[in-house]
């Protein structure tokens, strides 16, 4: 079972915040990293070390975290921002273990 | 540009071996970062499955640890993988991809699905 806990789904409207939270007991010493993943493609790295973005994803993507939670937060979804999301940490200082949330489903309504 | 290309049998049959290779371009694995093996179950989440690093330094998901082996073939610029007695609950999607510092997947490969099944 996975050690981080997403919700299965979340929807918004086209222009609304859409806000995605992960929870588990060792975020507090882990970074937390997204990644989007579409229908029949691989998945894409959206946000890393908690809230840094890759060249080429949209600002309207961001991160955070604090204590056990790390949250991805979509800005005037757009359309094609429909996907399954995905938060992943990872042991850095002893099992080196990666862990990946169960994903939410973002639907724009 | 960084790519990763994986290959291999698409059907397994059950008790028998799983093999994956992952064949990098645009970069040479000898110059760093870990390359890790990650699925996916048709319509389930994502599973890392392990990383090497260039050098063979090798670190497995405790739940598979048992039956998995990463390795590099540096002349090639290729990792692979190999799981064993395999059952149905194996069949998956098969991601290779580039791991930065054991922290996170910066580029993915698009994946091959396996079947088990006799």
């Known amino acids: 079972s996975s050690e981080l806990t997403q919700p299965p789904s979340v929807s918004v409207s086209p222009g609304q915040t859409a806000t995605i939270i992960c929870s588990g007991d060792?975020?507090?010493?882990?970074?937390g990293n997204w990644y989007q993943q579409k229908p029949g493609q691989a998945p894409v790295l959206v946000i890393y070390s908690d809230y840094e973005r890759p060249s080429g994803i949209p600002e309207r993507f961001s991160g955070s975290r604090s204590g056990t939670t790390a949250t991805l937060t979509i800005s005037g979804v757009q359309a094609e921002d429909e996907a399954d999301y995905y938060c992943?940490?990872?042991?850095?200082?002893?099992?080196?273990?990666?862990?990946f949330g169960g994903g939410t489903k973002l639907t724009v309504l | 540009q960084v790519h990763l290309q994986e290959s291999g049998p698409r059907l397994v049959k059950p008790s028998e071996t799983l093999s994956l290779t992952c064949t990098v371009s645009?970069?040479?694995?000898?110059?760093?970062?870990?390359w890790a093996w990650i699925r996916q179950a048709p319509g389930e989440g994502l599973e890392w499955i392990g990383r090497i690093f260039h050098r063979g330094h090798t670190y497995y998901n405790p739940s598979l640890e048992s039956r998995v082996s990463i390795s590099v073939d540096t002349s090639k610029n290729q990792f692979s993988l190999r799981l064993n007695s395999v059952t149905a609950a194996d069949t998956a999607f098969y991601y290779c991809?580039?791991?930065?510092?054991?922290?996170?997947?910066?580029?993915w490969g698009q994946g091959t699905l396996v079947t088990v099944s006799s």
């Open positions: 991809a580039r791991e930065v510092g054991s922290y996170y997947f910066e580029h």
């Open positions: 060792a975020l507090p010493n882990q970074y």
């Open positions: 645009g970069y040479s694995i000898t110059n760093g970062y870990y």
């Open positions: 992943q940490s990872a042991d850095s200082r002893g099992t080196y273990r990666v862990d």
